[in-house]
Each structure stands twice: as structure tokens, then as C-alpha cells.
């Protein structure tokens, strides 16, 4: 049997493997954007995404304008155009097919959300083939900005905690908007 990881030469500790790029961290590090500052501390993210998703040709043209956007930037309102722009990579690829179907699900099937995690994740578990799992759902709230709250119940005579995931359907829409979704 082989041992295909990598040590330290110096130490002998393992190297741990750089985190994939998966769809939910992009959509995550788009949204934390705020100026254009972050964007171009960003950029090298975002190519190193593009290039592992898609083939040379579609990935040297993103670099190349998203240089060009970079430098024709009007401080006042284009970083969010930007955002919608790096995010249409990720909601109109297949690799995240899921993700996206998961978004689908929540923007049809909520107009508002108030309930538990549990009881929300089993809904959409229930309409989907193949769903997300629990983790991927709770980072794809956080990537899309909406947040859980933990709440305490009785019950039983016990108390309990409880994950919630609560929007009104402005703040959903709101969210959906930002996310070009």
C-alpha cells in the first residue's frame, strides 16, 4: 500500500492538501466582499476557481476581464455588479447543480421562513433526489447570508436548544436579489 501524503522534509509532519474550491466557499467569499479592496485581495481565489472548474480558454478570458473591471471600476456601484458577475459563474455551472437546486427549493417553497433547521432541512431532503447534506445546507444559508439562531424551548419539562432559520420574505428576497438567484 502506498502513502500518498505529503510529509515535511524538515519535520516529517503531514501537509495537509489546500481546501477544494467548492461553490458554497466562492458564493461565501463573494458575498464578504465590501470595496474594491477586497475584491482585488480576492482575485487570485477566484482564478484559481475558475481554472479548477473550467477549461484553459474560458478561464484565461475570465482573468482577463475581470482584470478590465478591476481597472474600469466606478467606486460608487459597480462592486455589486461585479459580485453578480463572478456569481453568474457559479449559478449557471453544472458543478453546482445541487447547490442551486437547493436555492430553487428554498426561493420556491418559502416565501418567509421561520422554523427549525431540522424541520426545514427534512422538507427539502424530502423533495430532492439527492440533497446537500445537513452541513452543506447550513454553509449555503451562511454563504447566501442568511443566519440560524439558536433558541431555547421547554419541553417535557426540559429545556432544549433548537436551531432556527428565520427571513422575512423581504429579507429573502433581498437575498435572493444579491445573490442573482
Known amino acids: 500500500m502506498s502513502n500518498d501524503k505529503q510529509t515535511c522534509v524538515t519535520c516529517g509532519h503531514i501537509i495537509a492538501k489546500p481546501i477544494g474550491y467548492t461553490t458554497i466557499n466562492f458564493r461565501l467569499c463573494v458575498n464578504k466582499i465590501k470595496d474594491l479592496d477586497q475584491l482585488i ?3 487570485k481565489y477566484f482564478s484559481h476557481f475558475i481554472e479548477s472548474r473550467y477549461d484553459k480558454i474560458l478561464s484565461n478570458n475570465f482573468s482577463g476581464v475581470f482584470e478590465k ?3 474600469n471600476h466606478n467606486r460608487s456601484n459597480d462592486i455589486e455588479y461585479i459580485k453578480l458577475w463572478l456569481l453568474e459563474f457559479i449559478n449557471n455551472s453544472s458543478s453546482s447543480s ?3 437546486q437547493f436555492y430553487k427549493f428554498l426561493k420556491n417553497e418559502y416565501f418567509d421562513i421561520n422554523e427549525t433547521f431540522t424541520n426545514f432541512y427534512n422538507n427539502y431532503a ?4 439527492k440533497p446537500l447534506s445537513k452541513n452543506q445546507v447550513s454553509r449555503a444559508f451562511t454563504a447566501l447570508g442568511l443566519k440560524t439562531l439558536i433558541a431555547r424551548e421547554k419541553h417535557n419539562g426540559k429545556w432544549r ?3 432556527i ?3 422575512s420574505k423581504d429579507e429573502l428576497s433581498e437575498i435572493f436579489q444579491k ?3
Open 165 to 167: 432559520v428565520r427571513a
Open 161 to 163: 436548544s433548537l436551531v
Open 41 to 43: 485581495e480576492s482575485k
Open 69 to 71: 473591471m478591476i481597472e
Open 126 to 129: 424530502d423533495s430532492v433526489d
Open 179 to 181: 445573490n442573482g438567484i
Open 98 to 100: 445541487k447547490e442551486i
